[in-house]
């Protein structure tokens, strides 16, 4: 059965940094081609996609407000999924969920629809 956990979430201060983790089992990210996205959902607004990475990890993608902020990786070994986020501020705030979709394609797509398989959520709080 595919499941995602996240993890790493937490309160931090304005200008902090946190590494949220997506652990995948039931299949193996490198091998079954999944690529995986990072998206979030704050209070009141709708589920924003804020990074992905092809399955192949040679192509990434960021939603503009955090590029340069955020950094997200891939350890096959590990069979796990990271999101490096520097620099938080109070508007990054929200629950933090990792997908999963299916694609040989060079370029990962940041639009949920395609996404199938989805993690619990982390919550991450930018607060002093």
């Known amino acids: 059965q595919l499941q995602l956990v996240e993890s790493g979430g937490g309160l931090v201060q304005p200008g902090g940094s946190l590494r949220l983790s997506c652990a995948a089992s039931?299949?193996?990210?490198?091998?079954?081609?999944?690529?995986i996205g990072w998206f979030r959902q704050a209070p009141g607004k709708e589920r924003e996609g804020v990074s992905c990475?092809?399955?192949?990890?040679?192509?990434?993608n960021y939603v503009d407000s955090v590029k340069g902020r955020f950094t997200i990786s891939r350890d096959n070994a590990k069979n796990t999924v990271y999101l490096q986020m520097n620099s938080l501020k109070p508007e990054d705030t929200a629950i933090y969920y990792c997908?999963?979709?299916?694609?040989?394609?060079?370029?990962?797509?940041?639009?949920?629809?395609?996404?199938?398989?989805w993690g619990q959520g982390t919550q991450v709080t930018v607060s002093s």
């Open positions: 997908a999963a979709y299916r694609s040989v394609q060079a370029m990962c797509i940041l639009t949920s629809g395609r996404f199938g398989a």
């Open positions: 990475i092809s399955s192949s990890g040679g192509s990434t």
């Open positions: 039931g299949f193996t990210l490198a091998l079954d081609y999944y690529a």
